[in-house]
């Protein structure tokens, strides 16, 4: 039998070193599907409960690897449902290229079922989106989705109508007017900033006397820079919550996360620094950044169109992280006063003191949420790969988990949709099945979409099983808890019982129905045990842990109007008693801990 054109696909696929492609099946991709079929796992396709958990799987994958996520739909709703996760790769800048089905070429424009204006939909998300009409385009569209995914960190999306996908390939286009030839291969440039531009930089940096540092996933190759730099400066360093795995968290003068997720140590070098020097990072939130005017910027970003754009900086280095840094090193003077290094290594070590007291606070018998992370973090194994999902576990994953040296940590940052913290870490255990995964997610985002992933699990149970565990924490407090946080503190509203309360679930038991092992723990004194016996499973595992949703998530520093709205929410608040408790003790910890000739060890 001849190529067909989806044949032809797989092989330029493996020819980009695509391994596993990630998918839902449907008529709109059946020659894809025969393909994969005689491909014989080259590449593999994975199949996934839902589409929009492939396009998650692809970002993760793009994420933890550095490679090219492929995820693949059939047309019309197949496709639809990609969107999300494909939204979630174009804001974090991932490198993401889709294949969509789409209804026969002769059958397009005459209101077909199941045809929908695909180059029109998916033109917003994709940095390059190509419809295939000849099999003598296959070749240079495939090459050219993938160059324009690794070039711009984005999404490339790849239509190929049933038709054209069945129909014989050809591998070498006619040689006549209008043929193009490409090829299989990219690399990386050197991106090198402007020398005048660099030394204005290292200037102002060696005039500043408190530098504070911000780093994001741009920095995520250049960690011994990073550090050099920093030693030179005096300097603390915050990290965006995509950029923590770019430096350990063990370091005395790493801040941690920043923002409303943030720590106290972060928020106060911002708030007290005289130069800030922000690398490969686009936070976006300027109540957590300094006073325009009060301090000096410095800026080193790859991409010219973001950088200056978050804070009013005096230098704009655009280049890579690693190279420009190399070549600002050399310009740096060592500060001999390092009054200011003490200051934030003290904030941070009292920081430390109130997380740690904070998640040893229990009520009325309940979790502590605080604790399941808190508790977690000194019992993780070397190369550990941690996901989260968007929630008020996300507070407590930024807080608590101390990342070591060669960790891996991933959420969504830009887009913070709910939904891809089970998507994330499944394709983590295919990218990497020697390292351990563990993933947070809280009750709204498992009922979502996170529960049918289980099933995804026990499909590839043959692939997920052994040491090291791979590990699904779900938070189960009843309620949608981030959003009725931000309902009190931004809206001035109380609970809304209508929207916000969720179904109690047996999701341990659901665990054990899918064929995982299921682990239940409802009580604060038995939290440790639960993760030594989860991270002791030699396949996959979940862990129900029941958790106290009155705890709230404390932010740095608490504006006025967020207070004002609180408090006018707190007196309907449905939770209020409760609320209040937890509230003042959680608050009291801190102020006791930043008293006055109060030293931490």
């Known amino acids: 039998m001849a190529q067909q054109v989806a044949d032809y696909v797989l092989q330029r696929l493996t020819e980009w070193d695509v391994e596993r492609v990630f998918g839902y099946p449907g008529d709109g991709i059946n020659g894809m599907l025969g393909a994969f079929d005689r491909a014989e796992g080259k590449p593999e396709f994975i199949q996934t409960r839902h589409e929009e958990m492939a396009a998650f799987m692809a970002c993760g994958h793009a994420k933890f690897t550095g490679e090219v996520g492929c995820c693949v739909a059939t047309s019309g709703p197949g496709a639809i449902h990609l969107l999300n996760g494909l939204y979630d790769a174009k804001l974090d800048h991932q490198p993401v290229v889709a294949i969509i089905g789409q209804q026969k070429r002769l059958a397009q424009g005459t209101h077909y079922q199941q045809e929908v204006a695909l180059e029109t939909l998916f033109a917003d998300v994709s940095e390059y989106c190509q419809i295939c009409m000849h099999p003598g385009q296959v070749r240079h569209v495939i090459d050219r989705a993938f160059k324009t995914a690794l070039t711009t960190r984005g999404v490339a999306t790849i239509i190929i109508p049933e038709d054209v996908q069945e129909s014989e390939a050809m591998p070498s286009p006619p040689k006549e007017h ?86 106290k140590a972060s928020d106060e070098m911002m708030m007290n620094c005289d130069t800030l020097f922000m690398i490969g990072s686009s936070f976006p939130y300027a109540e957590w950044l300094p006073d325009e005017g009060s301090c000096r910027g410095v800026e080193i970003d790859i991409d010219g169109r973001m950088i200056g754009i978050r804070y009013p900086m005096d230098a704009h280095v655009v280049g890579d992280a690693k190279e420009t840094l190399k070549e600002l090193i050399p310009l740096l003077r060592r500060k001999a006063d390092r009054s200011w290094r003490g200051e934030i290594e003290e904030n941070v070590r009292s920081w430390n003191t109130v997380m740690e007291k904070r998640a040893g606070q229990s009520f009325e018998g309940k979790i502590n949420p605080q604790a399941v992370a808190h508790e977690l973090s000194p019992l993780l194994q070397d190369g550990t790969v941690l996901t989260a999902d968007s929630g008020s ?37 295919f990218a990497f099945p020697d390292r351990p995964v563990i993933c947070f997610v809280g009750d709204g985002a498992f009922q979502m979409n996170g529960m049918n992933e289980m099933l995804t699990v026990k499909r590839y149970a043959d692939r997920m099983a052994g040491s090291p565990p791979l590990i699904f924490a779900v938070f189960n407090n009843q309620d ?93 608040d449905p939770q209020k008693a409760g609320i209040a408790a937890r509230g003042f003790r959680q608050k009291l910890t801190e102020m006791y801990e930043n008293m006055p000739g109060r030293k931490h060890d």
């Open 178 to 263: 209008g043929s193009v030839y490409s090829s299989v291969g990219w690399s990386r440039p050197r991106v090198l900033p402007d020398t005048e531009e660099l030394r204005k930089a290292a200037d102002i940096l060696n005039e500043g006397e408190k530098v504070a540092m911000l780093i994001g996933q741009g920095a995520a190759n250049a960690q011994a820079e990073v550090l050099e730099a920093a030693e030179l400066l005096g300097a603390g360093i915050a990290k965006a919550l995509l950029g923590r795995e770019v430096v350990p968290d063990d370091l005395p003068f790493v801040t941690g996360p920043i923002g409303l997720l943030g720590s």
């Open 393 to 429: 576990a996300t507070n407590w994953w930024a807080r608590h988990i101390k990342l070591r040296d060669g960790m891996k940590a991933s959420l969504s940052g830009t887009l913070a949709t709910m939904g891809p913290g089970v998507p994330y870490a499944i394709a983590a255990r």
């Open 480 to 572: 949608l808890n981030q959003v009725t946080w931000e309902q009190r503190a931004m809206g001035g509203d109380p609970k809304y019982e209508g929207s916000q309360s969720i179904p109690d679930f047996p999701y341990a038991e659901y665990a054990e129905m899918c064929g995982l092992k299921g682990i239940y723990c409802d009580k604060p004194k038995k939290v440790t045990d639960a993760w030594r016996e989860a991270l002791a499973s030699d396949g996959p595992v979940l862990v129900e842990f029941v958790v106290d949703n009155e705890i709230a998530p404390i932010p740095p520093h608490i504006m006025k109007d967020q207070a004002k709205k609180a408090v006018k929410a707190g007196l309907r």
